[in-house]
Every structure is written in C-alpha cells, then in structure tokens.
C-alpha cells in the first residue's frame, strides 16, 4: 500500500493535488494545519481515503489529536506535533510514541522535512506541502 503523507498545506490545495496525480497514492495521511485543506483534497478525489488530525491552526474542528493506525502490520501513530514539543526536540514525542505502542510517528508543525529514528521509534516529518514545491518527479 503506498500513503501519501502530507502537512501543513495552509490554504494550498493545488500542491496537495499535484502530489497525489503524480504520486496516485493508496491513501492520504494529513497531519494538520490544513483541515478544510484536507477536505477539499477529499471532495476533490472522492475515492482516496484520506485520514487526518488538526494541526495548531485548525480551530473548531473537534477532533482527535493523535491517531493510532495500523498499516501493514505497523503501528502508527499520526499527529501534529505541536502538543508533543516536536520544535523542541522529540524526546516527549519519543516518550508518547513508546507508550501507546507506536513504531513510527508522522507529524508535521516545524514545515522542515526529517527523517530520524530513536529507541526504536521512527519519526517522519514531510515538512509543508503549503510552500513552493520542488521536484516531485
């Protein structure tokens, strides 16, 4: 199964879109600042299942934080990252992963793209899909 995994679109649909007619993903993981973003997105590919939480900017939305996903076998564990201190470092978000059993986390909020591992935990950023985008081909 390929996922796309996106963040902080902030009002930028038409990157979200290109990425997925490039990429013709399996599903989408959005990892906030970009609710109504995601819904479009959504409206826009109606067959796509597209999962997401709210990001610092998505007020009112009232929905979960974090998520817990299991994808091919893996536990997966979606948030923002601004809750975990994730700007600061990701020892909280290391500490929160290792407790509800999570093998990855995929969050978003510093728009800067990682990859790092720690104590056994993946940590996934996609930076923001919101700026300029670069080649994706």
Known sequence: MKVLVLSDSH?????????VEITRPDAVFHLGDGWRDALALSERFPDLPLTQVPGNCDFGTGAQGEL???????TLLLAHGHTLGV????LPACYRAQEVGAEMLLYGHTHRASIDERNGVFFVN???IGQAMRCWK
């Open 11 to 19: 009002g930028n649909v038409e990157n979200m879109a290109q990425a």
């Open 68 to 74: 817990l996903v299991c994808l091919a076998g893996h």
């Open 126 to 128: 996609p930076g923001s």
């Open 87 to 90: 700007k600061q470092g990701l």
